[in-house]
Structures are given as C-alpha cells and as structure tokens.
C-alpha cells in the first residue's frame, strides 16, 4: 500500500513519487492546502506561547481571541 510522504498546495505525494489530488483532508484544512508557511509560521508561533489546554474549563485561550 503506498504511503503519504509529503504535500505542496493541493497535492500529496506517495513514496513511490506519485503526485495525488489532496481531496480528503476535511473541510476546514483543504483550503489551506499543504506545506502553506503563513499557517506554518502561525502553528510555530501559538506552539511556543501555549500547546494544550483542557477544553472543558469554560475559559478562553488568548490566542484563540486573537
């Protein structure tokens, strides 16, 4: 079975260097599209000031409200 490698835009790559038409990552993350460095450096960015909160605690995460 071929194996997801990598990503640019809207196209997986398989191991076996086969280009695929990324059509099932969900709603809320295919329009961002694979590799894209604005949400890259964004992730980097919120991982250095807060990684996990529990949920349940009925607060908000500042930077959730930025």
Known sequence: MPTIVSGHG???VDDRGRELID???GPFLAAL???NERVLTAMVEQGRRLT???SHW???K???LE
Request: glycine share 12%.
């Open 33 to 35: 599209g694979q590799g």
């Open 10 to 12: 809207a196209v997986l």
């Open 23 to 25: 059509a099932c990552s």
């Open 58 to 60: 009925r607060v908000a």
């Open 52 to 54: 996990y909160t529990y």
């Open 62 to 64: 500042s930077t959730a």
